[in-house]
């Protein structure tokens, strides 16, 4: 059955919500013209979402905030980011950030976790359904991550 993308992007806050309080950490969400519903793997693209928002709520500090954003791209796929007003990541580790077990230097990052799995699984996913993932970041300003899926017609992922 289709999927409402505002009411799966508030889940996702509702998922995350106690961590967001503890850091106080305000999330957005911003939904273009356009967006409705559409026929999406939830699993995984709820696998995609938790992933960047978790990221996110990591290495944002405390008083930052986290921006969901859903669009349709002009070639009429589903356009969906998450944005932060992070710690960001140097120029010179962009191009291998998603590359499996790639972590940016570890004394930044070394009290915080993690196997530097995440945004590799979620470029397999997002690829695996057709999609694009991108990154853009500016060092202490902060990071977005879009990804885009692609939609028929009837607004229904292709897969
Ligand atoms: P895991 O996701 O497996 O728990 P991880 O978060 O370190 O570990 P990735 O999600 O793959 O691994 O991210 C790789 C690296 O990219 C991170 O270690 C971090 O340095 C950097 N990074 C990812 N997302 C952000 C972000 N939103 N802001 C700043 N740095 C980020
Ligand atoms: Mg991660």
Sequence with gaps: EPTDIVEMLEDVEDRFSFQMKQKHIRTIIEVKPGVSTAMLDRDGIDQV?????????????????????????????????????????????????????????????????????????????????????TLQSELEKGTTVTFTLPLNNEGRAVM
């Design 49 to 133: 979402l938790d992933n960047l928002i978790s990221n996110a709520l990591k290495y944002t500090p405390d008083g930052g905030t986290i921006t969901m954003d859903a669009s349709i791209t002009e070639e009429g796929m589903l356009s969906l980011s998450v944005k932060d007003t992070g710690i960001g990541i140097p120029k010179k580790d962009l191009d291998r950030i998603f590359e499996r077990f790639y972590r940016v230097d570890k004394a930044r990052t070394r009290n915080l976790g993690g196997t530097g799995l995440g945004l590799s699984i979620a470029r397999e996913i997002v690829r695996a359904h057709g999609g694009f993932i």
